[in-house]
């Protein structure tokens, strides 16, 4: 079951609901509050934020990221694309 994902206005958690619920009022499992669910999630992968009316970036999965948290998820997907050789030294140019 996909969820959408939200910060609850009192307590500033992250809290879950079901995609079904969309458009609903719910308390947040934390603090009681009442927390309405977004028709449509636009908050970041990485940090949970709400990115609804600011600038945001929509990855080919239809993830939306925050700006610093995109940069940051890009740099890290690089890092781990990108191999690693180790380098073989040889003392006294033996073996090589």
Do not use: W
């Amino acid at each position: 079951m996909q969820q959408l994902t939200m910060i609850c206005p009192h307590c500033q958690k992250l809290v879950t609901a079901p995609r079904a619920a969309a458009g609903a009022k719910g308390k947040c499992v934390f603090c009681g509050g009442v927390v309405e669910v977004p028709f449509r999630a636009k908050n970041c992968k990485v940090c949970g934020k709400d990115t609804a009316g600011s600038p945001r970036i929509k990855d080919p999965q239809g993830s939306y990221y925050c700006v610093p948290c995109y940069e940051i998820a890009k740099s890290r997907a690089l890092n781990a694309a990108t191999p690693i050789v180790p380098q073989v030294y040889f003392p006294d140019g033996e073996g090589g």
